[in-house]
């Protein structure tokens, strides 16, 4: 696949007639071949995105389509090592790092809107440095995969391979889907692959530093994000 063959234009209607036909024929396929059919499908309007936790999703991509647009959000709150992370992927994985962030810095959006908006209103908080950031960004993709897995969590447990994405009018993909804990260690490891340091000091799932936790063994991987309130999901993935 070329990352420099020029892009066809789609319609909505194509789009997502795409997305409904591999959605059944890709089912039960790979990774590798999920992201293969997506990078010869959409060419430069394909992305890859990813939370800097691991880098097993833009390994996987950048082996089928070297070069492949990797868009990360920098929200103003990622750990020191998250923002490592992805400095260090795009020097050692043949992936072009797209870096998005929010319209205000969080000085500028405690100006205006007063400081820990996340403790206070955490729904908002992400929709301004997560949400609105990827919407922007995703403009100019047709197709973005997403690394989330059905072992995750309840809300993930339904997630299929490829699907319309009404909201964004775009293909949604999902190559490690079907994926378990123990595959992506295995990948991690088969590959020596960089990961995130946090994951190796008791936070199995890393988000923002003001609403990320360690967890406790036995405990649900996530169930340092947003604890404590009800909140599950950042509105990324959906
Ligand atoms: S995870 Fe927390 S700090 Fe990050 S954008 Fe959401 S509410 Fe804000």
Redesign the pocket.
Do not use: A, E, M, N
């Given at each position: 696949m070329s990352l420099a063959m020029e892009a066809p234009d789609r319609c909505r209607d194509e789009l997502e007639a795409l997305a409904t036909k591999a959605g059944h024929e890709l089912a039960d396929a790979s990774a590798a071949e999920i992201l293969a059919w997506a990078a010869d499908t959409f060419g430069a309007r394909f992305c890859v995105t990813s939370s800097m936790q691991d880098t097993v999703l833009s390994h996987l991509a950048s082996s089928v389509a070297p070069g492949v647009d990797v868009v990360f959000l920098d929200?103003g709150?990622h750990f020191a090592e998250t923002l490592g992370t992805a400095d260090a992927a795009s020097v050692v994985i043949p992936i072009n790092l797209v870096t998005v962030r929010p319209r205000q810095t969080v000085a500028e959006q405690d100006a205006t809107l007063g400081p820990e908006?996340?403790r206070r209103n955490?729904e908002l908080?992400?929709q301004?440095?997560?949400v609105a950031p990827l919407e922007r960004a995703l403009t100019s993709y047709d197709a973005w995969a997403t690394g989330v897995r059905r072992d995750e969590s309840q809300t993930r447990a339904d997630t299929p391979v490829v699907s319309w994405n009404e909201r964004r009018g775009k293909v949604r993909i999902a190559p490690l889907a079907s994926w378990r804990q123990e595959d992506v260690d295995r990948y991690i490891t088969d590959n020596g692959l960089l990961t995130n340091p946090l994951l190796d000091d008791g936070y199995p799932s890393i988000?923002?530093w003001?609403?990320t936790r360690r967890v406790a063994e036995g405990e649900d991987p996530r169930a340092g994000r947003?604890a404590g309130r009800t909140k599950t999901e950042?509105g990324i993935n959906t």
């Open positions: 929200t709150y908006l996340y955490p908080c992400c301004l440095r997560k988000g923002c003001p609403c947003w950042c």
